[in-house]
């Protein structure tokens, strides 16, 4: 397993991270032998969010760690608020929320502080100077060690940055072979046609300049929540090239993928949502193979893109 040293914290945690959003389901101790199985091969991250499950995903993991005390200290635990499901699903980044949020998060847990917080997606309405009253209390009270966001672009990063003064340490960004918008405007700039639209304006390369970790996300789907593309039949040239590497590194098609998307040159991070240990043995592997520069590139042809 790699790792990297997040945020003011320094701390050293694993390149892929254990997304737990799938848990609501799970009994505490299926959570605990999963955590451990992550343990056991070096991924010492993982992610959750307040409205996963309806909180329940957290308060999961909450009765894990009452069962198990000693698991908190080798864990990394992020979470992120901001999103609200009452009658419709909507956005709230004012300072009340934050602090009501982030107290719920800590009681269904049961700790006293996070690893890691994330604005959960955009909220248009956003008063920095909110958000940043938020994390300076929340830093002082020792609630949370470091601040991110989600899905994000580079000028609402920018426009955080003007009142909020801990670092923006990390950003939660939608990547995988076959849905890589922000490669595809890169590869056509000043050309026609829609490849070349740029719609999240450079937010890979602002995070490579300013040390952000990209944390991906969905590194196994194609477009939005549309499905997995390994083994799929709709890409068969991708999945052709994917076990053809698979054999050459004697890893699955699924790791393949995950390692094209650990390529990337920024400080980057797979989140993976599997809640089978045996998936989570294979995916780890991920962190230790890098891809030639042929093998990225032929990963990224064969997804049905072209190179100009």
């Given amino acids: 397993m790699k790792y990297l040293e997040f945020g003011e914290s320094k701390r050293e945690i694993s390149q892929i991270i254990i997304g737990l959003m799938r848990i609501a389901q799970m009994t505490p101790k299926e959570v605990e032998e999963l955590i451990e199985t ?3 091969v070096g991924i010492n991250a993982f992610d959750l969010a307040d409205i996963y499950g309806g909180g329940k995903c957290e308060e999961i993991l909450g009765q894990v760690l009452k069962n198990r005390p000693d698991l908190r200290a080798k864990m990394w635990i992020q979470s992120k608020v901001g999103i609200r499901i009452e009658e419709f699903t909507y956005f709230d980044f004012s300072k009340d929320h ?9 009681q269904r847990l049961g700790v006293d502080h996070l690893d890691s917080l994330l604005l959960h997606r955009p909220d248009a309405l956003m008063e920095p100077s909110e958000i940043a009253e938020a994390f300076d209390l929340l830093k002082s009270q020792g ?15 920018e426009l955080l940055k003007t009142e909020v003064k801990q670092p923006l340490v990390a950003n939660q960004l939608q990547l995988s072979a076959a849905f890589s918008p922000a490669f595809e405007a890169g590869f056509h700039v000043n050309m026609e046609g829609a490849a070349a639209n740029m719609r999240d304006g450079s937010i890979f390369e602002y995070c490579r300049l300013n040390d952000v970790v990209i944390q991906a996300w969905s590194v196994l789907q194609h477009s939005y929540f549309e499905g997995v593309f390994v083994g799929s039949d709709k890409y068969p040239k991708l999945n052709t090239v994917l076990n053809r590497l698979a054999d050459k590194y004697q890893i699955s098609a699924s790791t393949v993928a995950i390692a094209w998307v650990l390529r990337y040159p920024a400080h980057m991070q797979a989140v993976i949502g599997t809640t089978k240990a ?31």
């Avoid at 934050?98 to 800590?106: H, M």
């Avoid at 294979?282 to 190179?307: H, N, P, Q």
């Fill in 143 to 157: 609630k949370v060690l470091d601040f991110g966001v989600s899905n994000q672009n580079p000028m609402m990063m």
């Fill in 38 to 40: 992550a343990l056991s």
């Fill in 98 to 106: 934050i602090l009501e949020a982030t107290d719920g998060i800590l």
């Fill in 278 to 308: 045996s998936r989570i043995i294979e995916s780890a592997k991920a962190a230790d193979i890098e891809l030639t520069r042929k093998e990225w590139y032929e990963i990224y042809w064969a997804s049905g893109k072209d190179l100009p």
